[in-house]
């Protein structure tokens, strides 16, 4: 492991369940994006349960796939698991 990312912060998320709202709420105030944008070198590890259920499955996908760019760009990172 590098010896960078062991000391970045890392910030676990999961069961989003479409709910856009409370999961940027969530991400914002944990400091990672401002005004729906990646900022800092954190880590997001989401553990899963992106879609089902809630309104805008495909919208949390498709902010987690421009997070994961956007983060790699900042030296963060975003980690998504199944």
């Known amino acids: 492991m590098n010896a ?3 000391q970045k912060r ?3 998320v ?7 709202e409370g999961f940027q709420e969530i991400l914002e105030n944990a400091g990672l994006i401002d005004r ?4 800092g070198s954190g880590i997001l590890i989401q553990t ?3 879609i089902d259920r809630g309104p805008y499955s495909r919208e949390a ?3 987690l796939k421009r997070l994961q ?7 963060g990172e975003v980690i998504r698991l199944c």
Do not use: C, Y
């Open 48 to 50: 899963g349960d992106v």
């Open 14 to 20: 999961g069961d989003i369940h479409g709910e856009m």
């Open 10 to 12: 890392r910030i676990v």
């Open 4 to 6: 960078n990312r062991k």
């Open 69 to 75: 760019k956007e983060a790699a760009a900042a030296g």
């Open 36 to 39: 729906g944008s990646w900022r």
């Open 61 to 63: 996908v498709d902010l």
